[in-house]
C-alpha cells in the first residue's frame, strides 16, 4: 500500500514510518524542511515537501496514496498559547484529506487524545472506545474523521494517551514534566497525586497505526493505550529519583505557574481502556511500560 503520512519526522512518526516500510508498504512522507526530507529519504521514504497549510499539495499527495495516516499538528502554536490556530489548522487539513479520499474505501486513519475523554465528564471509570463527545476543541476533528465512514473512507481515529513514552520522545509531555523538575528543583503532582495517566510505548503506538491503516472498519475510534492509568504521584516520584530531587506536592493554585502550559492538565484523571482496541485489531502492546522507560537513562541525559 502507498501510504501517505503527515508528521512523518517527527516523534510518532519516526516510529510509524519504520513500521510501515517493515511491513511493505511504500511511504510517502510530508516533510516542511530540508532536514525532515533527508531523514525520511535516508530511511528509504519517498518525500513530499509541504506543511499542513498547503491545502493544494495535501490533497495531490492525498488523492495519490492507497492511504493516509495524519500525525502532524502544529505543537508549536499550541505551546506558544495559540492552540485555536493550531485546531483550525489540523481541522482544514482533515477535511482536506477527506475530500481527497472521499468515495473510495480507501484508509484514512487519524490522530486524538485521551485526555478530552475527561473534559466530556466521563469519571468514575476508565473511558473506553464507545465514548464520544459531542463538540469541542479537537474534538470536532475526531467526529469529522469518524463521519467520513459515510462519504466511502474506511476512516478511523487513534486515541493517544497524554504520555508515548520512549527514546524518540524528545518533545512530549514526558520531558516537558522533566524540564520543569529540572527548572523548579522539585518534581511535582498536584493534590496526593493518585488521578492517574495512561501511556504506551512509542513503537506499540506506530503498530497500532498500522494496524488500523490495515484493517480497523471504517467510522472505528480507538485507543493506542498500554498502562490505562499510572498515579501521577508514581510518575513524578520516578522523575525525582532519576534527577535525585524531592517530590512534592503543588498547591491547585499553583499548578498553572509550576507546570506551565500542562498546568491545565496536570490534575486530570483519565483511566483508560484499550480493550475493544486489542480485540478488533489483535494489538498487544510488547514494550516497556512508563515506570519501566522512566527508569533508563535516555530521558535524563542532556
Request: aromatic share 4%.
Amino acid at each position: 500500500m502507498r501510504v501517505l503520512v503527515t508528521g512523518a519526522s517527527g516523534h510518532i512518526g519516526s516510529a510509524v514510518v519504520p513500521d510501515l516500510l517493515g511491513a511493505g508498504h511504500q511511504v510517502v512522507g510530508l516533510a516542511r524542511s530540508d532536514g525532515s526530507a533527508a531523514t525520511l529519504a535516508a530511511i528509504g521514504a519517498e518525500v513530499h515537501r509541504g506543511d499542513l497549510d498547503d491545502l493544494g499539495g495535501l490533497r495531490d499527495a492525498a488523492a495519490a496514496a492507497d492511504g493516509v495516516i495524519h500525525l502532524a499538528f502544529r505543537h508549536e502554536a499550541m505551546r506558544s498559547g495559540d492552540l485555536n490556530a493550531a485546531i483550525a489548522s489540523d481541522l482544514a487539513a482533515i477535511e482536506t484529506i477527506g475530500v481527497a479520499l472521499e468515495g473510495s474505501d480507501k484508509p484514512f486513519v487519524s490522530t486524538s487524545g485521551t485526555l478530552m475523554l475527561t473534559f466530556a465528564g466521563i469519571t468514575g471509570r476508565p473511558g473506553n472506545e464507545h465514548d464520544v463527545i459531542e463538540a469541542g476543541p479537537r474534538v470536532d476533528a475526531e467526529n469529522a474523521v469518524v463521519a467520513m465512514a459515510q462519504r466511502g473512507v474506511r476512516s478511523s481515529v487513534v486515541r493517544l494517551p497524554p504520555l508515548v513514552h520512549s527514546d524518540l520522545d524528545h518533545h512530549g509531555f514526558g520531558p516537558t514534566l522533566i524540564g520543569i523538575a529540572r527548572a523548579t528543583g522539585v518534581s511535582g503532582y498536584v493534590g496526593d497525586g493518585a488521578n492517574r495517566w495512561p501511556a504506551v510505548h512509542t513503537l506499540d503506538a506506530a503498530r497500532a497505526y498500522r494496524l488500523a491503516l490495515e484493517d480497523a472498519p471504517a467510522g472505528t475510534r480507538l485507543h493506542a493505550v498500554a498502562d490505562d492509568g499510572v498515579p501521577f504521584r508514581e510518575i513524578a516520584e520516578a522523575i525525582g529519583a532519576k534527577l535525585a530531587l524531592p517530590t512534592a506536592s503543588i498547591a491547585g493554585d499553583d499548578a498553572a505557574e509550576h507546570f506551565t502550559f500542562l498546568g491545565a492538565f496536570v490534575s486530570l484523571d483519565n483511566p483508560t481502556s484499550s480493550e475493544l482496541t486489542r480485540r478488533l485489531l489483535d494489538w498487544t502492546p510488547t514494550h516497556a511500560g512508563l515506570i519501566e522507560d522512566l527508569a533508563q537513562d535516555h530521558y535524563f541525559v542532556q
